[in-house]
Structures are given as structure tokens and as C-alpha cells.
């Protein structure tokens, strides 16, 4: 008896001994992992990679960064593009089984679920296990967690990822890119008037009209929006919420904030400005081409926009007039006139990027994503090659100045000469590169810095929506098709009782269809989504 004890014991010992070394070998192990792409970078291959973003043009090739790439990897890129409508483009390719290698959408788009389920794309991690361990070396943990689905696997990869630690990093100066925006001169000239508040609000517009009534011959337009779609317009909704600072919970429920007192007496202001004529059509039914257009003429007064979309344009009017361009100033708020709490980037990201099962070399997609993701790849995708776009000058790694001019004063040539910076976002990870950035210009620099300050993290509230063909689903699209209704009609509604009535009857709607089954559901993704990320 006393000997198997002692045998016991020793066993015990021994695997003690194994296990306290186990990590130490795969600590190891790790370190000694080597990018898989450099056995095949002698081997030409072109992957046809689909970006669900009608207004993405930049190429492959004849550039500094992709030629440099190209030849350091030895992969070329076909982006492919849709013409027109992207989700018709995409569901065709989805339903046909014809997805090209890569695939890069949004990732809150329903045809991530519809490849998952379907079994369009590849798993990463098995790919990963299979054909590249490096990546599990250059894929960040957190982000991998994120987007890690109920069957343990990772499907898809995010650009613009904010995770929880990098908000913590006081390195970092994180923007955001909901602004409220308004012409300089004519602000100026007006005296820079309070935009706050309801009354001093549509005074401005209305003085703004009065004083400057035609732009280079054209009717000005008072204020501008995102545009309007079949479920709404993003300007008059999280844009909106944030500046007027709305809480997404009450006592740590969900409820919806278009119910919200603040909310409901600013969409009545938007209705009383249409109403005395400070609000065109044209808003209605103008899509991003026709609004780019008319914001590089200068001719909205003001706008709830997104600062990054109209850099093109704004670098016109800089060149026209250094002061017909667009600042960032203190907008619509709630009744308390406390600051705005903008949404800043999150975990989720902006976009995800798939692996196709059509992949022509899984093998080798997976390794060209691991070499994008890795810090040689981010370096190079940023910087583009030593001594064509940056050097090392006063002891740091930077842009040269004449590449730094030329991104600063004309983007498009900027991209097709370089495609450097973050011309291809697609696996960008913008708070590594941030290290790179050369900052910007002050027409673009000023709207920026607005937001510094007033950025907070909604990450928690990312992919709350229910599956488009759950039950939950279902009613949340009939909700949303409804309210892309409902929104241009109480803006034009010819009186104050008349956009009670429509308020009322979309509530009601809600009601009649069931919308508390989909706060429900999201109340429920939500307690996850703060489990994740560690939140109480």
C-alpha cells in the first residue's frame, strides 16, 4: 500500500513537472512560428477580392504600395465593385454560389450571416491551423474574441477595430466621425451664432437663407444630411442621438431612443425649419454623388455629415477659397446643452473581410491576410516602400514631405501615385498605424479635433440586430421600412398636431407588430456583448 502511494506521488510530480513546462514550450513554439507568406512569394497569384462599396475606384497596381507588395508577396488583387445597388450585387453572388476569393463588407450586413450559415466562407482559425499558424500570432486576441460565433469559429476579420484596451492606451487620440458642420465664412459673417439651442438653431438657417440666398447662382441650402434610404437617414438617427447625448438604456434596458422626450422636441425643430422653407427637397432625394457634388460648391450652409466622407471636397474649396470650407462647431443639443457623446470607433470595426469557399488557394489567402495583419504588412500598407514614400527623417519613420503635400492637397492623384496611407483599408488596423499618421492639414485637422474629447465607445451596442429571417428579424425590418417612411413625413409634416399624429400611429405600429420581442432579443445580445468586453 505505502509503495503505490509513493508511486502515485512520483506520477504526480512528473506531471507537474510536464505541465509547469508546458507553456514555457509553447511560449517557444510561438516565438518560432514563421510568416507562411515568404515560401510562396515567388509564386505569382491573383485573387479576385469583392468590396461591397460602389464608390470604391482605387486599382490594383501602378501604385508604390501594391506594386511594392506585389513584388514582395507575389500577389496581385482584382477588386471587383458593384456598379450599382451593392446588397442586390452580393445576395446574386450569395444565392449563385459564384463569391469571388475575398469578400469585404460592413460588418453589420446580413449577408455576413447568410455566408456563415451557408457555408461560404472559410473558418479562419481552421484555415489558420491548417495552412498558417503565424496568424494566430498577428491576429489580435480581443478582436478574434469579438467575432468569434456560436459554433467557436471566426468567419471574418474587422479593419477599424477599436479594442477595449486601446481606449485605455492615453497614447491614442481617437476621433470620431459624426460632426455637425457649417460653412466658415458664412458663419463668420453671421457672427457665429449659437447652433444649440432650438430657436437660436433656426434663427441661423434662417439668416444664413437671408443673407446669402445663391451660391454661384445656385439656392443655397440651409442645412444637409446623410441621405435618406428605405430605413432612414443616419443624420437623423445616431448622429442626432449623439449630439444630443441619449443614453441607449434606461435602468440598464433597452428601449428605443426615438421614443426620447430630447429626441421628439429636436425632430420637431427639423419639422419647423422645412416649414418655413429651410430645409430643400433636394435632401430628400439626393444620393452621395449629387451631395458630394453640391458640397464641393459650397452650397450647404450646414450639415450633420460625416467628416471623412467629403475630404475630396473639402480640399476643393480649401484651394477656391481657404475660407468657403467646412468647420466643425457645437450643433444640436439636449435641453441641458451638455456636451455630445460622439460615437467612436469600436471593436467591431468598420468592415469584415471572408475568405470564399471559391478561394482559388485557401493556403495561400490565409497567408496573404496574415502578412497584411502582421506589423510588416501593416507597415507595409501604410507606408509603402523606404525611400519612394517615406525615410527616416529626424530620427523617426515619416511620410516624406513631398508625399505628405501631395496627400493633403489632392487625394485622388495622391492614390493612384501612391496608394499609400490607408488607400487600402481593407485589413487596416488603424490604431497601429496611427503611429505613421502625419497628421493633417487644418481644414481637416480642425473638424477632427472637434470630436477630441467627445468620443466615447459604443462597442457594446455592435450586433445587437436579430438574424433578417428570425422572427425578431422580420418584425425589425418591417420597423425599419416603416420608419424610413415615417422620418421624411414628419419632417414635412404641415403642422405640429399633424407630426403627432404620425408619431403616434409609428408607435402604435410598433406595438401592433410586436417591436418589444426585438428589445427583447437585443437586450439579450446586449448582456453578451457586455460580458465580452467585460463591462458590468
Known sequence: MVYKFKRLFVMLLVLAFVVSIIPIAVSSAA????????????????FDWYINFSWFGTKWGGNAVSDYVTKKTGVKINFIVPAGNENEKLNVMIASNTLPDFI??????????????????????????KYDPYFFTVANKQRLGWYTQPDGHVYGYPNASYTPDDFKNPKLKIYSNQTFLVRKDMYEALGKPDMRKPDTFLKALADAKKKFPTVNGQPLIPIGFHEFTDTGCYSFETYLWNFLALPRER?????????????IRWLKTFNEAYRRGLIAKDV????????????????????IYQRTDFVAQQQELYKKNPNMIYIAVDGPANSKLEKPKLAGPGIAGWTLTMISKNNKDPKRAIRFMSYW?????QKD??????????????????????????????????????GAELTYWMLGDWPYVSQWDPGMPPYLQQMADWTVGKTVSYAQYDGLDPAADSPEGVIARKVALKWGQVLPKLIMAKSSSEFDKIFKEFVDYK???GYDKVLAYMQKKLEENKKKLGLK
Not at 512560428?33 to 509564386?43: F, I, N, R, S, Y
Not at 507606408?383 to 489632392?410: A, H, R, S, Y
Open 381 to 418: 500598407f501604410y507606408l509603402g516602400p523606404k525611400g519612394v514614400t517615406w525615410d527616416v527623417i529626424n530620427g523617426k519613420e515619416q511620410f516624406k514631405p513631398e508625399v505628405v503635400k501631395l496627400m493633403q492637397t489632392d487625394r485622388p492623384t495622391f492614390d493612384k501615385k501612391y
Open 31 to 46: 516565438s518560432s512560428v514563421k510568416p507562411g507568406w515568404k515560401e510562396d512569394a515567388k509564386k505569382p497569384i491573383t
Open 251 to 263: 435602468n440598464g434596458k433597452l428601449y428605443d431612443v426615438r421614443e426620447n422626450p430630447e429626441y
Open 284 to 303: 430628400f432625394i439626393d444620393k452621395r454623388a449629387q451631395m458630394e457634388e453640391k458640397i464641393a460648391q459650397g452650397r450647404y450652409f450646414s450639415m
Open 511 to 513: 406595438k401592433q407588430v
Open 104 to 129: 469585404t463588407l460592413g460588418w453589420w450586413e446580413e449577408a455576413v450571416r447568410k455566408m456563415i450559415s451557408g457555408k461560404l466562407v472559410y473558418a479562419l482559425d481552421e484555415l489558420a491551423k
Open 373 to 377: 495583419l502582421s506589423p510588416e504588412g
